[in-house]
């Protein structure tokens, strides 16, 4: 078998921030009740907790976020994915759940530097300068779905995979050097 | 003649010079000027001819409002038609050339329009070109546009990018004026985040030309300091060369930044546009003066009071030697101050008022200027440039009294607030009589979610003329301080001077310009107002007023007062016409923003989408996605490349790339519930690991969408989706489950991206399976219509027995970041069994073949699926599923209805795509009747001949028979009607 190859193999763009395809990036959409009593310790079973609304929560290179009052979206390391939806599975027997890898659905992008937020206040109507510690901001970037959060000097950026390309393009265009908002 | 003066000019460096041409004549100006008022410096007071007479015309202004100087700037990929010379900055290499002359600017032959001029009056389009009818199409619009046409429109490429950005905060201030520089300390003192934008390069409006003092300090002073505090507020953004463009509802606004225009090419965005959402927005947009209505007011060498003023103080530049100031305020009389503290000649100032303010009359006592109270201009005289000036009683008919020579005139009708931005989003507006202008009316703001007004406006744009009120009223504005005191009749009166003299004879008023831009006169709006166009909306429109690119940002207020004194009606009562946005152009450019060339739309790629470009495929849009179409080989056209793919499928091995299927996961307790009311077919009853067809309706019954469903887990199925029908569905899905049956148990997941997806067929398909090994792909172990998981050549796979095509098949799904690779491998492997890969049309022209169905082509919306002999697929044991009742309809479950069946022509020719089915006699418009028409239609490589389906009036009943279908030459194609499945119908070769 192959090595998983992401979407754009890993392309980067130096601007005035720097971007960059990461991946592949382990992802697992559950849906589910967060009342649900069983989730905490099916989180708890995969390294995780129940992230507040609209959150993130990071965990020893670990997240969980927050997508809408019954989905979260957990990240972990793309090998990781099968152990993590056999312990879900099983703890989550009992709770009407749907846990589904989409590690492939997705292309995760990196927009890193001390301007970082000015290359995503091209593309998504977001307020970022007021957004909470932890937040994760489901969104788009010009045409297309996408959610982010700040992370380590930067931001993560998450689209789905087909339209990486698309999404690529955008963050150079708006990183482009000599175009910075301030 | 207008030249550069020897001194002065706060705004230019005189120690750097500006190389630029206009209409290829090559010219020098400086650093900090416009290129108005670098043309001005030249002596070029002639800078366009007028829309319709092509009279000569030259700045009248110097700001965003200037309709005259408007040029073609740049050339090939950087060419800008209609920019207006006052506000483009000068820069080095600049090209600019006037508009709207033929053959040059300085002789004109449509200026023999100017002499008809009597016979091209209001409506002399609708008048003149209505009959005979067809006429106005071939004779008389292609003359028109081209003897009237303003600017070139570009024909390369932009060479310059563009860009949006997403701006918040508490206060947006629109206007770096006094007023808007104290409305953000203001703001910003009291911790609101704030955003303050200026049109110009330049901070402080037109304080410092005024000579305004401002809180003891000169206005030079105050808005440095003020500029000073404001830098050291982290909360506060200022951001110049930034137009508030439009205001919407929920206090969302557009702004214009003009980031390099004048530095093109220096690789910056050339415009952005900014779309900000506010909590309150300030307009602190000024006012623009008002033009006199006297007869040639037109000519080169008129200009608004202001402004001239403002080529003077801020660039040096003076418009002719002697310049007559004419005006009906105090205001204009600085100008005539300006003008003689420059050494330059002001013979006489010209009052309309019988008396003019105390003040300005001592100052020009004092500076020894003649000043004529209750006088007017009765003409005009020259024609490129101005020679002198009659004068007349203002309250007279226009006799002459006498003439001065001069070679300028400064003209002032008063002020009119913008009112633009205010007035966008709904807010209304009061006349003053004090001020003969409109004014916010505070009392009926646009409202804001809560009810509150969202738009506060401040300084002159609010009728507060006067310098330290509108510090004052600013401040307690901002403070949320109701204003204490009536500032807008503080101010010093501006009494009504509609028309110059007041009781001017038709000669004089046909030569009295109100829209310089669209050549629209005083004698024009009167007779509109006889002809009867009382509505001011009814009147711009026959007369053409303010519809230029300036939107009579001059000619509105003047227009419709001449309008209401011809229908003897007050002004309030003719009202104004409606403030729309933007308030200056934006370019397509800015609101395209980054959205062109590679990223003008979101293009979805499979993960196999590099290997196709690879290997020359040729792709179709199908959705966002692209596919291949078909993958040409040598000189092959498309058609043989089809052909050879369909061939070589059915004979050995096709490969195609089937990612963008979509792929939905339904889990739950209630999913097969759920399901059966989606598909017209049951689905709860499917074993697990076994795939079913099923077809999905609206709720009206029509044809939705369609596709295999796998039974994956005793509560989890997998929905197969037409390519573009994946989201679609799955929104469809939720809004179900979301709005309708919320308290079922079912949860959905969209996965399409996940997997990629390669359809394995033809008769060769199972020993490339077997040779890949990992898995029984026998027919004993994976029958027709089942699926089961493993592993091929090392991959993790899904392995479906489903057959689009009617041969031997196999859709393998492999998540999408192994896709490359094992669709590489399969074609590496597969070459010793002929393996070629086949393209979306191949997979057409096999489904029809077969008599599959196509969504989008056997089904239009109006379609269900009882037309195209899918009843078999329609439970009959069912309660519900959305579409049952739909169908049960009088209108859709009438037996007269169009039917799917086969079309083989008798000649085996194609029946063209579209083609109707044509039937005897003629409809009640005179139409063919028609009894059916064709749905899909190819030429099948494998029966070597036509085929098509179509959807025929009693078709199925009507096996054997021959129908005409009409052919795009007029003629027809006979066509026998037959089944709709014409190869393999017993469908042995997918069943092996």
Request: charged share 20%; hydrophobic share 40%.
């Amino acid at each position: 078998m192959s090595d998983p190859v992401s979407a754009l193999g890993g392309q980067s763009f130096d601007g005035f921030a720097k971007v960059s395809e990461i991946g592949p990036v382990g992802m697992i959409s559950l849906r589910c009740k967060l009342a649900e009593k069983p989730l905490a310790a099916a989180l708890k079973g995969i390294g995780l907790g129940l992230p507040d609304t609209r959150r993130i929560l990071h965990k020893e290179g670990r997240s969980a976020g927050w997508m809408s009052p019954d989905e979260l979206l957990i990240i972990l390391p793309y090998a990781e994915v099968g152990d993590a939806l056999a312990s879900l599975s099983k703890s989550l027997a009992n709770v009407h759940h749907l846990a589904v890898d989409v590690s492939d659905a997705r292309a995760v992008f990196r927009i890193e530097g001390a301007k970082s937020a000015q290359v995503l206040a091209k593309l998504s109507p977001v307020d970022i300068g007021a957004m909470a510690e932890g937040e994760l901001r489901r969104t788009r970037a010009a045409q297309v779905a996408a959610a982010f959060w700040a992370q380590e000097g930067g931001f993560t950026l998450v689209c789905f995979r087909s339209v990486a390309g698309y999404v690529m393009g955008l963050l150079s265009a708006s990183a482009k050097p000599g175009s910075e908002l301030v | 003649m207008s030249t550069r003066l020897a001194t002065g000019g706060r705004l230019i460096d005189r120690g750097v010079r500006k190389s630029f041409t206009f209409n290829g004549r090559r010219l020098i100006g400086h650093e900090g000027d416009t290129l108005a008022s670098a043309l001005l410096a030249n002596d070029q007071m002639l800078v366009g001819r007028s829309f319709k007479y092509h009279r000569p015309r030259g700045i009248v202004a110097a700001g965003p409002e200037e309709p005259n100087a408007l040029m073609n700037l740049g050339r090939d990929d950087r060419l800008e038609p209609n920019q207006r010379a006052t506000t483009t900055e000068l820069f080095d290499g600049l090209e600019a050339a006037s508009q709207n002359h033929w053959p040059s600017l300085e002789f004109d032959v449509g200026v023999v329009n100017n002499a008809l001029a009597r016979f091209l009056p209001a409506g002399f389009y609708y008048k003149t070109f209505i009959h005979p009818r067809a006429f106005w199409k071939h004779v008389f619009e292609p003359i028109i546009r081209q003897s009237a046409g303003l600017g070139k429109a570009p024909k390369s490429r932009d060479a310059d990018h563009y860009e949006q950005a997403y701006a918040f905060c508490d206060v947006l201030i629109i206007g770096g004026g006094v007023a808007g520089l104290q409305a953000a300390l203001t703001a910003g003192e009291a911790g609101k985040s704030v955003i303050l934008l200026e049109q110009n390069a330049h901070w402080g409006g037109r304080a410092p030309v005024d000579g305004d003092m401002l809180e003891g300090e000169t206005a030079e002073e105050w808005i440095k300091s003020a500029l000073d505090a404001l830098a050291t507020m982290k909360n506060v953004t200022l951001r110049n060369r930034c137009t508030g463009a439009g205001v919407y509802d929920h206090g969302y606004v557009l702004a214009n930044e003009r980031v390099a225009d004048h530095t093109p090419g220096d690789g910056r965005p050339k415009q952005r546009l900014w779309r900000i959402r506010a909590g309150h927005i300030v307009t602190a947009t000024g006012a623009i003066e008002r033009p006199l209505s006297f007869a040639g007011n037109d000519i080169p060498g008129v200009m608004l009071a202001a402004s001239l003023r403002d080529y003077v103080v801020n660039f040096g530049v003076s418009l002719g030697d002697r310049t007559v100031v004419v005006t009906n305020n105090d205001d204009a009389y600085l100008t005539a101050f300006a003008l003689i503290e420059a050494g330059l000649s002001v013979p006489a100032i010209l009052d309309a008022r019988a008396q003019a303010g105390e003040a300005v009359l001592a100052r020009a006592k004092a500076m020894g200027i003649r000043v004529e109270q209750g006088r007017a201009i009765a003409k005009v005289k020259g024609g490129k440039r101005v020679t002198g000036v009659q004068i007349c009683l203002q309250a007279g008919e226009g006799a002459p009294i006498e003439e001065i020579a001069c070679d300028a005139v400064a003209m002032s009708g008063g002020w009119s607030p913008v009112v633009h931005l205010w007035s966008h989003c709904g807010g209304k507006l009061n006349w003053s009589d004090h001020l003969s202008a409109f004014l916010p009316d505070l009392a009926r703001p646009p409202l804001g979610q809560d009810g509150s007004a969202m738009v506060t406006p401040v300084g002159a744009a609010l009728g507060v003329y006067l310098a330290d009120d509108i510090i004052a009223a600013t401040k307690a504005a901002l403070s949320g301080q109701a204003l204490v005191e009536d500032y807008a009749a503080k101010a010093p009166a501006i009494p009504p001077v509609w028309v110059m003299p007041q009781g001017a004879p038709i000669q004089l008023r046909s030569k009295m310009w109100l829209d310089y831009q669209n050549d629209v006169k005083v004698s024009d709006v009167q007779l509109a107002a006889r002809e009867g166009f009382e509505s001011v909306e009814h009147a711009k429109r026959y007369t053409t007023l303010g519809m230029a690119t300036d939107q009579g940002k001059l000619s509105n207020i003047n227009g419709l007062a001449v309008l209401s004194k011809a229908l003897n009606a007050d002004i309030p009562q003719v009202g104004t016409t409606t403030f729309r946005p933007p308030y200056t152009p934006v370019t397509i450019g800015a609101l395209a923003g980054e959205a062109r060339g590679e990223i003008f739309q979101p293009l979805r790629r499979t993960p196999m989408h590099g290997w196709h470009e690879a290997n020359g495929a040729y792709m179709e849009p199908v959705g966002l996605w692209r596919r291949p179409y078909c993958f040409p080989r040598g000189s092959e056209t498309h058609e043989e490349a089809v052909i050879r793919e369909v061939n070589n499928t059915r004979e050995n091995l096709g490969l195609l790339d089937a990612s963008t299927l979509g792929k939905i996961i339904v889990k739950g307790p209630d999913a097969g519930r759920f399901l059966d009311m989606l598909y017209t077919n049951m689905m709860s009853n499917l074993p697990v690991g076994k795939c079913r067809y099923g077809l999905m309706c609206n709720e009206q019954g029509f044809l939705s969408d369609d596709g295999v469903v796998a039974r994956i887990a005793e509560d989890t199925w997998l929905c197969h989706t037409t390519s573009g029908g994946a989201d679609r569905i799955h929104g469809w899905m939720e809004d179900w489950l979301q709005c309708e049956w919320w308290d079922w148990k079912v949860y959905t997941a969209n996965v399409t991206e996940q997997y990629a997806q390669v359809a394995v067929v033809g008769p060769k398909a199972r020993k490339l399976l077997e040779k890949l090994g990992g898995m029984d792909v026998s027919a004993e172990a994976l029958p027709f219509m089942q699926w089961a998981d493993g592993v091929l050549a090392g991959f993790p796979v899904r392995v479906f027995r489903i057959s689009f095509s009617g041969e031997l098949s196999y859709e393998i799904a492999i998540p999408a970041s192994h896709g490359a690779a094992f669709w590489e491998m399969l074609h590496r492997e597969g070459a010793e069994f002929g393996a070629m890969p086949y393209g979306t049309e191949g997979l057409h022209v096999m489904r029809a073949e077969k008599g599959f169905i196509m969504i989008g082509d056997e089904t239009d919306g109006t379609v269900i699926p009882q037309d195209l002999g899918l009843s078999w697929a329609i439970s009959k044991k069912k309660a519900d599923f959305l579409g049952k009742r739909g169908q049960e309809r009088k209108h859709l479950a009438d037996p007269d209805r169009w039917q799917l069946v086969g079309l083989e022509t008798l000649d085996g020719s194609v029946i063209p795509d579209g083609s109707y089915a044509v039937a005897d006699g003629t409809n009640e418009n005179g139409q063919k009747n028609t009894e059916g028409r064709v749905t899909s239609t190819y030429y099948s490589p494998t029966l070597k001949r036509g085929i098509a389906m179509g959807l025929i009036k009693h078709g199925p009943a009507r096996m054997g028979q021959t129908v005409a279908f009409n052919k795009v030459d007029g003629s027809t194609v006979q066509a026998k009607i037959v089944d709709a499945v014409f190869y393999d119908k017993e469908g042995a070769k997918q069943n092996v």
